[in-house]
Every structure is written in structure tokens, then in C-alpha cells.
């Protein structure tokens, strides 16, 4: 019987049993192939148009960029979508955890219909998004609330377009989360509130990060909700707004330079929501 020498796991160096296991085994003919073709559609959808409007941006060197997004419109502008889209994202990170804890735990009359409205701003054009909440919240508001051409107005056409992201996010998770340590954490005298800060929370954490990425991202672009129930006012002029209004007038430099400002904060807060999603499942 041949005796075969192995080295121990341990004296393999833990930088390259790390890479090892990143890496996994090389990819086949078939998987590179597949690799490539998502790279090329990719950098043709996105990572070509994202880096032409940044390279625009800077057509005029920095000086011109950080003239065009310092002016005080677009300062405004900026300001304004920012600060609504972070308000956003923190409602339905609430509002989008509790309604889909609502519609996975409980039994009530009416839940398919709540599943299907939670659904439409995902089917409905943003145009018409806007035209409704124009309707029920505008200046013949048959509720008796006008909002039209205040911030808001934003916030809350924002809310309506971003609704379904955290619920459709969370909800899966919900399903598949084992109840039985909820109910093992009950028998050992914890209460409900006690019960989900510490036995559920941490296990929703990934998603409702997700959620709230999707969410701030889709906020951060809006377009068609905010455009009819902003009031045509500059100081409710989102920056997708601000955008148009440059290329409108041929001022593509500026275009770009604002575009690439919401790219960069989009990015970063992704990024941010990412680590924390990560960290949370690591924790998990």
C-alpha cells in the first residue's frame, strides 16, 4: 500500500486557502462563455452609457462640474431628492417589514386583495401615478388635503412608487423563518417585543436592507410621480426634474454633471446598505 503525503489543512497558508476558497473551481468552456456574455450585456446596458455620462460630466473640467451642481437650483434640487429618498426609505424599511409581517402571520378578509394593490405601483405607469395622487391630493382634492406643490407631495408620490420593495423583500424571508424559536424564546419567558428584536430582527435585517436599497435607489431617479403633483414650483423641483430641464435648454455638461451626483450618492448608499445586509447575515 502506497503511502501518499497530504500536507495538513492547517499548513496550507490561510491567505491562499482563502483564495481557494473564493475562487472555487476554474470555470468551464460553457460557464465562461456564459460569464462573457453577461459582462457584455452588462457593459452594454449600463456600465458603457454610466461611464459616458461621467466622462461628460467632466467635459469642462472640475471647475465646470462643480459649477453646474452648485448652482443654486441644482443645490436645491439635489438637497431635496436626497433628503426625501432617505425619508422614504426609512418609512417603508417600517412600513414594508410591518406590512409584510401582517400579511404572512395573519388570516383576515380582503388579504388577495391587499397582495394585488401592493403590486400595482409595480405595473403602473409613474405618469398615471402621478396623475392619481394629482387627483386625490391635489387643488380639487375630493379629501379635502391639497399638497400640490409642496415637498410633501414628493415624499408621499415617492412612498406610492416604492411601496412594494421592502414588502416583496421581507416576505419570503417571513415564509421561511422557523417558528419554533420564536416559540422556544416565548417558553423561556420572553416577551413578543423581546421575541422579534432578538430572534426575528436579525434574521430580517438582509432583507429589509435590500428592500430599502431597491427602494432609495428607486426614489433617487423618480421621475413621472413627482412631475404633475410638484406644482411646476422650483422649490419642488427633484433632480430627474432639474435634469430634463437642461436638456431641454441643450446644457447636456450640466445634464451629465447632475446625473452623475445621483449616481454617486445612489452608489454609496447601496454600497452602505449592502455591508450591512452582508454583516447582518454573517451575524445570522
Request: charged residues 15%.
Given at each position: ?31 465562461g462563455?456564459?460569464?462573457g ?49 432617505l ?13 409584510a ?62 411601496l ?11 415564509l ?33 436592507a435590500s428592500?430599502?436599497?431597491l ?8 421621475y ?13 423641483t ?17 445634464a ?7 449616481l ?21
Amino acid at each position: 500500500m502506497t503511502a501518499v503525503d497530504v500536507a495538513p489543512a492547517a499548513e496550507i497558508p490561510r491567505g491562499r486557502r482563502r483564495r481557494a476558497e473564493r475562487t472555487g473551481q476554474p470555470l468551464g468552456l460553457a460557464s465562461g462563455i456564459g460569464l462573457g456574455t453577461a459582462v457584455l450585456w452588462l457593459s452594454l446596458l449600463v456600465l458603457i452609457p454610466l461611464g459616458a455620462t461621467a466622462s461628460q460630466a467632466f467635459d469642462n473640467g472640475w471647475d465646470g462640474f462643480w459649477h453646474a451642481v452648485t448652482q443654486p437650483a441644482a443645490l436645491q434640487s439635489l438637497r431635496l431628492t436626497v433628503l426625501s429618498s432617505l425619508i422614504v426609505t426609512a418609512i417603508n424599511a417600517v412600513m414594508g417589514t410591518l406590512i409584510a409581517w401582517v400579511l404572512v402571520r395573519d388570516q383576515f378578509p380582503g388579504k388577495r386583495v391587499i397582495e394585488f394593490v401592493i403590486d400595482i405601483p409595480f405595473a403602473l405607469p409613474t405618469i398615471v401615478a402621478g396623475l392619481v395622487l394629482l387627483g386625490v391630493y391635489g387643488a380639487d382634492s375630493p379629501v379635502g388635503i391639497n399638497l400640490l406643490g409642496t415637498q410633501k407631495a414628493i415624499v408621499l408620490a415617492l412612498l406610492f412608487v416604492t411601496l412594494p420593495f421592502v414588502v416583496r423583500s421581507v416576505q419570503p424571508v417571513l415564509l421561511a423563518l422557523d417558528v419554533e424559536a420564536e416559540q422556544a424564546a416565548s417558553c423561556l419567558g420572553a416577551g413578543p417585543w423581546t421575541t422579534f428584536r432578538r430572534v426575528v430582527l436579525p434574521l430580517l435585517l438582509p432583507a429589509i436592507a435590500s428592500g430599502a436599497a431597491l427602494s432609495f435607489a428607486r426614489a433617487m431617479g423618480e421621475y413621472g410621480s413627482v412631475l404633475l403633483i410638484s406644482g411646476g414650483r422650483a422649490s419642488t423641483t427633484v433632480a430627474s426634474m432639474l435634469t430634463y430641464q437642461k436638456i431641454e435648454n441643450y446644457d447636456y455638461v450640466s445634464a451629465a454633471a447632475i446625473a452623475t451626483v445621483l449616481l454617486a450618492v445612489s452608489l454609496f448608499v447601496i454600497v452602505a446598505l449592502d455591508l450591512l445586509q452582508r454583516r447582518a447575515a454573517r451575524r445570522g
